[in-house]
């Protein structure tokens, strides 16, 4: 089914999973893709930087999680301009 590629460019992963704030971001993606069409999957290309590094691509396990992190971001968000 229906999916999402997020290309980056930065340097190798550590232990090869994407930043936090990468997988985030991924879940905002989907969040916002779903409201039209459902995704099915994720995945984060990650573009080398050098001709000895050829990157990696790492299929979003865990989309829910992603999405639900996203949603909690948007939410604080939205709290902390209610405070200031």
Do not use: M
Not at 9 to 33: D, E, W
Not at 43 to 72: M, N, Q, T
């Amino acid at each position: 089914g229906p999916g999402i590629v997020d290309l980056k460019s930065s340097k190798p992963y550590r232990n090869g999973v994407p930043y936090t704030k990468v997988l985030v971001q991924c879940g905002g993606y989907a969040r916002i893709r779903s409201e039209s069409s459902p995704v099915n999957w994720v995945e984060v290309w990650r573009l080398g930087k050098s001709p000895k590094d050829e990157g990696d691509v790492y299929g979003v396990r865990d989309l829910h999680a992603c999405i639900r992190a996203f949603e909690g971001a948007v939410e604080q968000y939205y709290r902390l301009l209610r405070v200031s």
